[in-house]
């Protein structure tokens, strides 16, 4: 079995939307707002898809290949990223996820979408050379063998790499919590988000020293 590390090429975005979308399934993060899971596979990929290919060549796109094939992801924002307007996504495909969901559904996952990372992305606005991940995935086959462990390596060397001194991130998965709790992530936000009809989801923000 061959593995490999890399930099995802355009013509790979398809493979990577669709080993992301697969692990994103049944992520809190989208089953709390989109229970319906035919209305959830079509809110993934039009987020995916949307957002990727607005922030393509504002973010770095870093892989595992195992025989060949794509199996994790990584989605990283150095400190000179610069957030694409509203528009761009729109046009990128974005307008297809309202389309799908409906403006109030997807709004109010935006916002929640907002309140999550508010800590990560205040906290790398006011220090000096930390990134931030946007997105981690591995493909479900794949996962619980290794691979995400080894992503995450490569990823921290691909930031020192850069001049990176601190990675941030967020979760509102406990299992994924636990994944980067053992990979000395520390934890320095915690809360409660409201999503829908009272109910809330915890949402963990960690960092780590490079």
């Known amino acids: 079995m061959g593995i490999e590390f890399g930099v995802l ?25 989109f229970p319906d899971l035919g209305l959830r596979h079509k809110v993934i990929r039009s987020v995916l898809y949307g957002t990727w290919r ?9 892989t595992v290949k195992i ?8 989605v990283l924002e150095d400190p000179h990223y610069k957030r694409p307007s509203d528009l761009q996504f729109l046009l990128h495909g974005w307008w297809n996820v309202y ?13 929640m979408d907002e309140t999550a990372g508010t800590p990560c992305h205040d906290y790398q606005h006011n220090g000096e050379n930390i990134w931030y991940c946007s997105s981690l995935t591995v493909d479900p086959p794949f996962q619980g ?3 995400g462990t080894q992503l995450v390596a490569f990823m921290e060397e691909y930031i020192r790499e850069h001049g990176g001194k601190q990675l941030t991130l967020f979760t509102n998965s406990e299992k994924n919590l636990a994944f980067y709790k053992n990979r000395k992530f520390e934890v ?3 809360r409660d988000i409201a999503i829908r009809d009272g109910l809330k989801m915890k949402s963990w923000s960690v960092k780590k020293t490079l």
């Open 9 to 33: 090429k355009r013509e790979e975005l398809s493979d990577a939307v669709e080993l992301s979308f697969r692990a994103y399934e049944y992520y809190e993060y989208f089953l709390n707002f």
């Open 54 to 62: 607005a922030v393509m060549q504002k973010s770095h796109f870093l």
């Open 67 to 74: 025989d060949g094939k794509i199996v994790g992801l990584a």
């Open 99 to 111: 389309f799908s969901a409906g403006i109030k559904r997807v709004n109010a996952w935006v916002n």
């Open 145 to 147: 063998k290794g691979v």
């Open 188 to 190: 320095f936000d915690k």
